[in-house]
């Protein structure tokens, strides 16, 4: 072929090439180039460039040689995978078009969240995952099936066994709920109805979530020394992974209240040799020493919220309910440290009180503060923040390896209320507080707690590590500017330090601002061979 034709041919072909949009012509869409690299493992951090084509990593390495649509300089920076949260409230929010958006969560580098914890929640996966497909969502979603409303919507608020025939319908809520691709039972036998349920009957349903693959997670039955106390109720999430055979998760652990302060060291050690015994057992924390909870749920004795609210009003009025319920309730607060120790977080009959503590409610009535609590409860059930921990509970239970990170938070409207703070930090305030300013951890053993942990507890597929194949959940992350200015006075702060944050792959967060659209999906428990789940 003459010279001639051949260079008229190269620059026919250049020519075109040129004319292809740059996606054509680059082997990757996205290449995040000079990295600190934490890949979710646990291994310290190492340099090395990711590159990402749709929504897949496609290579971790040295690419230099390589080119993409886009380039990302991530010199000084950490990337690592996109962080999942175990245990949130967020569901509800992410069900509305208002709040789908999930900035606070995509704020912290969370990409990833489980929902209808505690035994809570919406009980139709499938029309759960509808609403929350008919607007978009902005982080990935992983659904639990909630025991207790389970149990509400077959048995009411009814403090009795189930019979034989509510057994089975229970059965065929939680069955259709793995069906529909839960990742598991979440259980909250602390609360109502769940605290009416025994331990038989949360294994009966535990086994029909092993069929599938499913893990189980429980608000355990007592933090402090309620009922049956905060080991046996360790312990009896031990015994249903034990005989139902799946792996369980203690959720939110903790010593809630100065009458258990210092029982960190029991619960290890009840942890760690059951699992030598081959018990799958593992737990979730958030990083700090208070707890939020409902008034109710910190305060009245279960006897009391059997039959629902209209029951609870009428013990309230009837005197000798009444003398009952404030001797229990009395008690209670003394679990919980005192007045004091109390803090409202919303209660719409009266925002005023919003940020208050208990004490300062009572005192402004005239009244005692157990009185105080059940006038309070006349006119709703507010939340509440509870100063109830110890640091050193908190810095031991978090060095387990065992041990995932979760938020326990809520998705509110932007100045609704006095929440937690962990809605907006808990993710940033575990890297600054608990790694860089006291040591409690190192980096890449709090970031596997975000990410390969949670994964391979609940069998997420394809996230919480950075590798070849894996989605392409992705937070880039300044060490230096991680912080969560959120406080318990003045919660609604978005965190700060996440550059960006890719959600399967598409920007949700670029240069620290928010991308408009919403990338999440709903996703599913992987089937089984042979068809289940």
Do not use: C
Not at 107 to 127: F, K, S
Request: aromatic residues 6%; without cysteine; charged residues 25%.
């Amino acid at each position: 072929m003459p010279f001639a034709t051949i260079t008229r041919r190269l620059l026919a072909g250049a020519a075109l090439l040129a004319a292809l949009p740059l996606h054509a012509q680059t082997p990757y869409d996205l290449i995040i180039r000079n990295g600190r690299v934490l890949d979710g493992s646990g291994n310290p951090w190492y340099r090395a460039d990711v590159a990402i084509r749709g929504e897949r990593i496609v290579a971790v390495g040295d690419l230099s040689g390589q080119r993409a649509a886009r380039e990302i300089d991530a010199a000084g920076l950490y990337v690592a995978p996109g962080f999942i949260d175990v245990h949130t409230h967020a569901g509800e929010g992410l069900a509305t078009a208002a709040l789908s958006h999930g900035q606070p969560l995509l704020a912290q580098g969370i990409t990833t969240v489980l929902v209808n914890p505690d035994g809570g929640g919406a009980t139709d996966m499938a029309r759960q995952r509808a609403e929350m497909q008919s607007h978009g969502i902005g982080v990935n979603v992983a659904q639990m099936v909630p025991h207790g409303s389970v149990r509400s919507r077959v048995m009411g608020m009814a403090d009795r066994a189930p019979t034989p025939a509510e057994m089975d319908q229970m059965r065929a809520l939680v069955r259709a709920g793995m069906e529909e691709g839960a990742f598991g039972l979440s259980t909250g036998p602390w609360y109502a109805p769940g605290s009416f349920a025994k331990t038989e009957e949360l294994i009966d349903l535990s086994r029909i979530v092993a069929g599938y693959g499913g893990a189980y997670s429980s608000h355990i039955r007592d933090e402090a020394d309620y009922n049956v106390g905060l080991v046996a109720a360790v312990d009896e999430v031990i015994r249903i992974g034990r005989e139902a055979r799946l792996r369980v998760v203690a959720t939110h652990l903790k010593a809630l209240g100065p009458r258990v302060w210092g029982y960190s060291g029991a619960l290890v050690s009840r942890i760690d040799r059951a699992r030598a015994e081959g018990v799958e057992v593992f737990a979730d924390q958030y990083p700090y020493t208070a707890s939020a909870t409902s008034l109710s749920g910190a305060l009245v004795p279960r006897w009391a919220l059997a039959g629902g609210d209209t029951a609870l009003q009428r013990r309230i009025a009837d005197p000798a309910e009444r003398a009952r319920l404030r001797v229990e309730v009395l008690d209670n607060l003394d679990r919980r440290g005192g007045a004091d120790r109390i803090q409202f977080r919303r209660h719409r009959a009266d925002p005023t009180i919003e940020g208050r503590t208990l004490l300062w409610v009572a005192q402004r009535g005239g009244v005692e503060p157990v009185d105080a609590v059940l006038e309070l409860l006349r006119s709703g059930n507010p939340g509440v923040v509870s100063f109830n921990m110890l640091d050193a509970d908190v810095d031991l239970l978090m060095r387990q390896p065992w041990m995932m990170t979760s938020s326990d938070g809520d998705l509110v409207p932007m100045g609704e209320g006095v929440p937690h703070p962990r809605s907006y930090g808990t993710y940033p305030r575990k890297i600054r507080e608990y790694v860089v300013e006291r040591g409690v951890m190192d980096l890449a053993a709090a970031i596997r707690s975000m990410t390969s942990l949670p994964a391979t507890v609940f069998r997420i597929p394809d996230r919480g590590t950075l590798r070849e194949g894996a989605v392409a959940d992705v937070v880039v992350f300044d060490l230096a500017r991680v912080n969560d200015p959120a406080t318990f006075s003045d919660p609604h702060k978005l965190a700060e330090g996440m550059v960006h944050v890719l959600v399967i792959g598409r920007p949700a967060v670029d240069q620290g601002r928010f991308s408009p659209q919403l990338h999440g999906r709903v996703l599913a428990l992987p089937r089984r061979p042979g068809g289940s789940r």
